[in-house]
């Protein structure tokens, strides 16, 4: 069986459901089945992760980069700008790397680049949280200080505001993702979204550290996530990763714990498919906690994946619309 997911009533392995209850479900399964005629009812359940799954978020790093050029070359001279874009640039192809593995364990790049993002937000442990390992400011302090240039939260507030706000500005929802909820939603299939952190941070001049607030960082998140109104996802279908990280299994408990209190019933993990482009981040530990099947969405890459590796609850797929990703919805 599949264990609970920690005290919450709300989560129910099958073997924990009353008979009366399965008889019930498999009841209306009968019904819903008829009445949607190819689409089953076996599986009620979506975890969908946001960028680069429902936004497209990648095709707007390169832009974001860049706009951090100007307030750099401002303050250290266009060479050095040049020099630190580059590092930035180095630090997110390690991170976008270890994001698409198929391997649980880090590289000895990726290991040695959150030693480095660790030291910045020792302000962050000290306090009781986790590193946010995809924080732009930390990585911005990061390549400030390979450059041998000196960290300020003048200097890193200005970059990351740039980078963030092109992102914010250019990412938007990709087509194919709007008709993917629109035929979940019309199925019965209730949907909620679980979302890394930015890892939004404060730079302390005087301790050379970073604080975090969670709820600021979360409401950044939000902020920058507001094209999804577009497929009717408000605030509540939102779950972000501050403070705890993905890929946590407390945060995908406390995801469950919000799925199921939006949506007012239980959520049965057998009855659930997790769709994400991080294998590791976003399927593997909600498959740990039992859901039923995960949808790994490559699009720029799932041929290269889809040759050489495999696993038995793992759909790979390039896009939303594939005939794959609804034969996992339908089986
Ligand atoms: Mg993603």
């Known amino acids: 069986m599949t264990a609970l997911c920690g005290p919450n009533k709300h989560l129910v392995g099958r073997s ?7 008889a019930s479900l498999a009841a209306n399964a009968k019904t819903l089945t008829r009445q ?15 960028d680069d799954v429902l ?6 790093l390169d832009a974001a980069a860049e706009a951090m050029f100007a307030p750099l070359s401002r303050r250290f001279g266009q060479g050095q700008a040049i020099a630190v874009g580059r590092e930035f640039a180095r630090s997110m192809a390690i991170g976008i790397r270890r994001l698409r593995a198929c391997d649980r364990r880090p590289d000895d790049e990726y290991a040695d680049l959150m030693r480095r993002t660790a030291r910045w937000q020792q302000g962050l442990t000290e306090a009781g949280f986790e590193v946010k390992a995809w924080s732009r400011h930390a990585l911005v ?19 990351a505001n740039q980078y963030w706000a092109t992102v914010a500005a250019r990412a938007t929802v990709y087509p194919d993702a709007a008709l993917f909820v629109r035929r979940l939603r019309d199925a019965g299939i209730a949907i909620h979204l679980a979302t890394g952190s930015d890892g939004f941070l404060t730079f302390d001049d005087a301790r050379q550290t970073f604080t975090y607030v969670p709820e600021e960082s979360a409401r950044l998140k ?4 507001r094209s999804l109104t577009s497929l009717d996802f408000g605030p509540d279908d939102i779950t972000v990763a501050d403070p705890v990280g993905k890929p946590n299994p407390d945060f995908y408990r406390q995801v469950l714990r919000r799925f199921a209190a939006v949506a007012g019933r239980e959520v049965v993990l057998e009855r659930t498919v997790v769709v994400g482009d991080s ?14 099947h995960g949808v790994w969405l490559l699009r720029d890459g799932a041929s290269a994946v889809a040759g050489s590796w495999s696993h038995p609850r793992v759909t790979v797929a390039s896009s939303l619309d594939a005939q794959e990703v609804w034969n996992v919805f339908s089986a």
């Open 279 to 292: 294998l590791t981040n976003d399927i593997l530990p909600l498959l740990d906690l039992g859901a039923a």
């Open 222 to 225: 939000l902020a920058r996530l």
């Open 55 to 60: 936004i497209a978020t990648a095709e707007t």
């Open 141 to 159: 302090a990061c390549a400030l200080q390979a450059c041998a240039l000196p960290v300020s939260a003048a200097v890193v507030e200005e970059a």
């Open 36 to 50: 949607k005629g190819r689409i089953s009812v076996r599986i009620r359940y979506a975890v969908v992760d946001v």
């Open 16 to 22: 924990r459901v009353a008979p009366s209850r399965e």
